[in-house]
């Protein structure tokens, strides 16, 4: 063993000839499909080769002798998992740290649990960002309205200027809820992002978490399904209830396991075990891959938090350099993004046409140009007042109303995000748009 | 098993009619010259098995032969290349494929009727939830009841405590003897148990029957039972066949129940988790719901359960696959039933002759899985004994096979503690079972008792 768990987790320098080369990073990702542009980690994240052979391992010891491998190899990996993401999230107690398949099931537990333990007879509520990921938001109408709750949402602005904004924005939606006086103008839960999806930034949870107990807010719920693996985490300082973090995403784990933090105190534990809605006789390989991750990570200078550093550096220029090549501009400040960043694009263009005629696989967000936006908060294409070579689309002064959401991760290289720059040209100068109805719904980001 | 192919064939030679049936349903794949699997096509399928563990516990766990393990990873594979591509343009159709495979497999009438999900369990949650529903929206009375049986399986019976008795339903246990000397003594169980939910007016909203039980493991005349419960007005039927594809016969139409819930990863050779889950089109499954919500929420319990977020989906996309697999067998699927209840029933009975002792239940009340005695000296005296000798078979012996304790009754006094659930599935051979009656043998001769391993 390497000096125990918390020294894998800190474990950080190592001699400069021993840090993963370009080479075998490339050797690492060689399954990933050699013609596409890959710029959406942020939907189903990656899993390096060795982690693959790490997962592949533990199913084939599971086939070999099954009722052996579950009742001796499996509770011991599950424990070191659970330990090393106790560590790495900086909980108190090993038993507020569960694995489950992934945030959408833990959104569907806590509600579950919300709406089990709701008294009948007084209503209750529950407030969400407006952003906040499609299934949560059908989740609350599974768990929350059945069950005679109300739903609040908050609005937040897009494109965001500033943490400020985002926080007075947060605490005055917070007392609109209140204001409306449903059970006595007492919120039940409330339900906030660390990294939004569509669109997506970096939202300062701590200081909306502290402005939700100032309000008496009964209980917070942290959907940080891109949290892991893009920004330092510590459950104690953010201090939510409830905290899920996926590990498919940006943690090089395969599908599919993420981190369920439900923190010790006057919660009672989760009544609904995960288990009653899986069985216990499964594949909990993924789950196991914790140590192995650990050890892919290692090989990068500064580790987990090397690779952080980085792709927000990389994610944050790349944006730059295609928001200017294009004349946008991007969704967020680069302090308020992680390795995700909005790129506002020229024009209105389908997700299925970049990937299939020019291999570039980026997720868009659709953003509604509403009649409240205000001319500085709406960005227009070609207006950024600085003299640069015309481009041939400059003549319409169009109102951007679609944006790329863009990845950075380990494997990801300049011509990536050049190719998706040379297509946007491209389809720009075929004078190529479409339709508002044409744009696919992308439930998946 | 090589003597059970010549059987077979000697059989249809001789023209034997004591095999009531051939396969009901059409081979889902026809080759003009069919040449069946030989042995050593098997063992190679099953060459990842620990070679030193003489493996009768299918029931528990299942198995996956190599082939469709490889599909498995080629799917796998697929969506790791890209992932969105996969999503969009691979996914549906694929689970769309498996569950028109397996309308097929339980001749169902209609895909819609046909979900896929993780295993039993969560099968049951799904039903339960819509009972629940029913109690706090004020569809059901309070106390109005639901039935299941004593031996239904542990997860089970703690989610039907989490959601009909927390939402003020009453429950109903069957109780069921075990040894069992014929189908009459559950039918007549049953029968009492009904009119005990009955009683007081009480309405009885769902029955959860298992069609094969885990421990002990008994074949349910579920026809039966079904028929009754729609006599006793008993409002929906939910059979838990956890062992039911691939072990017994499964025929929707015939069975008649509500819903129907079977894993396809114990005898239907895919690799954990898939199941089965059957709703019978009515107005009432509109309600039903995947606990965890995905975007797909009200679009149909099969495309919600096609997609609960990011997952390994794998396990059920290989359902063609498995198909392929099968009908390289002798009779496909039905023929492979046969074989594996044939010879399970003649190993019971070597077994139980060899130790003097007796099978749990006549043989036409087990499928692919059997209850033997064991000696009563080995001293089975509680649930950690039976844990413990399991162990120790495994660990000294090399024997995998799961042991039930039955507890004596009131007035009993010499009778057999402890029962071994010995399964057979393709893989097995006839030394494993003599591997498992000398084990036994050695125990008796060395004066083993399980008071022994608690100390």
Known sequence: MDGGDEDQTKKKSRPINSIISWTEIREEFSHHHPSVARLNNGSFGCCPASVLAAHRSFHLRFLRHPDAFNLHSLPFALLRSRTLLKHLIHADHLDEIALVDNATTAAALVLHHISQNANAAASFVVVVLHCAFQAVKKSLHAYVTRAGGSVFEIQLPFPVRSRREIIAEFRKGLKRAKSLNLNGGKIRLAIIDHITSMPSFLIPVRELVEICRKEGVEQVFVDAAHALGTVPVDVKEIGADFYVSNLHKWFFCPPSVAVLYSRRSKNAPLPIESSMWTGTKRDYSAQLLVPAVMEFVNRFEGGIEGIMKRNHENVVEMGKMLAESWGTNLGSPPDMCASMIMVGLPSRLLRTHLRECFGVEVPIYHHPATATATATATARDGNDGESRPPRPWDKEDGVITGYARISHQVYNTVDDYHKFRDAIYKLLQEGKVCKQNAFEFDPMS | ?455
């Open chain 2, 1 to 455: 098993m090589e003597n059970d192919h010549h059987q077979h064939h000697r059989h249809e030679l001789n023209g034997d009619s004591t095999k009531p049936h051939a396969p009901k349903k059409p081979r889902l794949s026809l080759s003009s010259s069919f040449s069946s699997i030989t042995e050593f096509e098997i063992r190679s399928e099953f060459s990842h098995h620990d070679p030193s563990i003489a493996r009768i516990n299918n029931g528990s766990f299942g198995c996956c032969p190599r082939s469709v393990t490889a599909a498995q990873m080629e799917w796998q594979t697929r969506f790791l290349a890209q992932p969105d591509a996969f999503y969009f343009n691979e996914l549906k159709k694929g689970i769309l494929h498996s569950r028109t495979i397996i309308k097929d497999l339980i001749n169902a009438d209609h895909v819609d009727e046909v979900s896929i999900v993780d295993n039993a369990t969560t099968a049951a949650a799904i039903i339960l939830q819509q009972i629940a529903w029913g109690f706090a929206g004020g569809k059901f009375r309070p106390g109005d009841a639901v039935l299941m049986l004593h031996y239904a399986y542990g997860s089970v019976k703690k989610s039907i405590e989490a959601y009909v008795t927390r939402a003020g339903g009453h429950v109903i246990e069957v109780p069921l003897p075990f040894p069992v000397n014929s189908e009459e003594e559950i039918i007549s169980e049953f029968k009492k148990a009904l009119e005990r939910g009955k009683a007081n007016g009480r309405k009885i909203r769902l029955a959860v029957i298992d069609h094969v039980t885990s421990m002990p493991c008994v074949v349910i005349p579920v026809k039966e039972l079904v028929k009754i419960c729609r006599e006793e007005g008993v409002e929906q039927v939910f059979i838990d066949a956890a062992h039911g594809i691939g072990c017994t016969k499964v025929d929707m139409k015939e069975i008649g129940a509500d819903y129907y819930a079977s894993n396809l990863h114990k005898w239907f050779f895919c690799p954990p988790s898939i199941a089965l889950l059957y709703c019978r089109k009515s107005p009432e499954i509109l309600d039903l719901h995947h606990p965890v919500v995905s975007h797909e929420y009200g679009n149909g319990l099969a495309i919600e359960s096609a997609w609960i977020g990011t997952r390994d989906y794998s396990p059920q996309l290989v359902v063609p696959s498995v198909v392929e697999f099968v009908n390289r067998f002798e009779g496909g699927i039905e023929g492979i039933k046969e074989r594996n209840h044939e010879q399970v029933v003649k190993m019971g009975e070597m077994l139980a002759n060899a130790w003097g002792t007796k099978l749990g239940c006549p043989p036409e009340m087990c499928a692919s899985m059997i209850m033997i005695g064991l000696p009563t000296c080995l001293g089975i005296s509680c649930e950690e004994d039976t844990m413990n000798l399991r162990t120790h078979l495994r660990e000294q012996f090399g024997v995998e096979v799961p042991i039930y304790f039955r507890a004596p009754k009131n007035g009993e006094t010499v009778s057999i503690t402890g029962y071994a659930r010995i399964s057979h599935q393709v893989y097995n051979k006839e030394e494993d079972y003599i591997k498992f009656r000398n084990a036994v043998k050695q125990l008796v001769s060395d004066g083993f008792t399980c008071t022994l391993l608690s100390q």
